[in-house]
């Protein structure tokens, strides 16, 4: 379609028929990519970004010259990103920290954004019962990760969705609970905004 596009991917699963690899757009933190990958066979998907424009490949059943032949689909929405930037703003990142334990922890969040550049770093103390709410974080559409460490002992990922505020269930906040287990001291739950 005379489009060029360098790819970030890393293969996710593999089965006895294909390889599965998935990533995004070099420079484009809002798009994704996904393909499954046979003997001789491409099927997957390029998004340039959730709204406007798409692109897919799949192999057909049909061969020329001993090789398989293979659609290229281009999927466009004209103006949606701009009626949507008009009508919505993207949602800020959220989230929430409660310590249900009986001990006082030190809790540290990192925010990255999808090429693993940090955005947001902060650590607080939380005496038992303490809670905090965070939602001025603003960002793009896209997936960003958070790494949450405990006690600077433990640390854990969670990664979260945020969109364009078009209705409930557009983005995600995280919600992270230290709780009194000698196991499992924190619970990470995600609730749709």
Known sequence: ???????????????NSQTIYAGYIVGKPESSAVFAVGNDTIDGLINIDFYTLSYGVTATDQKYDGKVVHLICRYYNEDTEEKLEQKCSPDSLQFFLKNED???HEISIEILDFYKEPMFCKTYSLNPGDEISFSEIGAEPGIYRYEIT??????FEQKVRVNYVTG????????????DHPEYPITIGIESA
């Open 1 to 15: 379609m005379g489009k060029h596009f360098k790819l970030k991917l890393k293969e996710t699963n593999t089965t």
């Open 168 to 179: 409930p269930g557009s983005s995600e906040i995280l919600h992270i609970n230290l709780i």
């Open 102 to 104: 009986k001990n006082t």
């Open 150 to 155: 405990l006690d600077r002992n433990l640390t």
